[in-house]
Each structure stands twice: as C-alpha cells, then as structure tokens.
C-alpha cells in the first residue's frame, strides 16, 4: 500500500513558476514509475509528466515539454513537478499517482495503469 500527498499548489500569475511535490509512505516507493495527472474543471483528467523508479527515464505530455520537469528524491520518498512559464490553461487540481508495474522499462502515460493516487493540489493560473 502507498499513500500519497501532494502540496505546492497555489495561484500565481501566467509565466509564473510553482513547484509540486507528491510525498509517499511505504517502503517500496523507490521501486515504483510515479506520474502527475491534472484535472480542469469540466474536463477528463489528464497525463502530465511521469518518471521511473531511478529517475533515469521520463514522459511528459506535448502541451508540458520543455516547461514542466520532474524528478525525485527516493531517499525523502518525494516526486517533484517544477512548473515553469505557466498559463491560464494549466489551471487544474493535479494529482500524483503511482504505477506498480515493473514490467515496464518506460514511464506510461495512461490514468488506468496507475494503481494509486493523491488528493490533488489546486493550481490556479491568472492571466
């Protein structure tokens, strides 16, 4: 079992910056892809970016790349979402969730194959 919190979230101006972090318990999250999703209002929840278990690989969704990176510390059993050049669309509550397949060499981007998740954080973006 993992339990997941994420925080960070917040209002800032468009081309501002804000940092997320997802911080787990258990003992096997370092063994675990961890991935961010986010949810607009009205709309379906979303893939963002994801990361392998020794943060050596990663994906990111094309409306992201080159803004957004994440990373993680496995000793403090963190992921970390770094939100750079942000815009009013990337208002949401966004959510970290972890993939327990280890079958998979590649982070996956698809909400079905993470098997838990986070409460969500909001972040607003003003334009």
């Known amino acids: 079992q993992v339990q997941l919190v994420e925080s960070g979230g917040g209002l800032v101006q468009t081309g501002g910056s804000l940092r997320l972090t997802c911080a787990a318990s258990?003992?096997?999250?370092?063994?675990?892809?961890v991935g961010w999703f986010r949810q607009a209002p009205g709309k379906e929840r979303e893939f963002v970016a994801a990361?392998?278990?020794?943060?050596?690989?990663?994906l990111y969704a094309d409306s992201v790349k080159g803004r957004f990176t994440i990373s993680r510390d496995n000793a403090k059993n963190t992921v970390y979402l770094q939100m750079n050049s942000l815009k009013p669309e990337d208002t949401a509550v966004y959510y970290c969730?972890?993939?327990?397949?280890?079958?998979?060499?590649?982070?996956?981007?698809?909400?079905?194959?993470?098997?838990?998740w986070g409460q969500g954080t909001q972040v607003t973006v003003s334009s």
């Open positions: 969730a972890v993939d327990a397949d280890r079958s998979y060499l590649r982070p996956r981007a698809r909400e079905s194959e993470y098997d838990y």
């Open positions: 258990g003992r096997t999250f370092s063994s675990y892809f």
């Open positions: 990361i392998r278990w020794s943060g050596d690989s990663t």
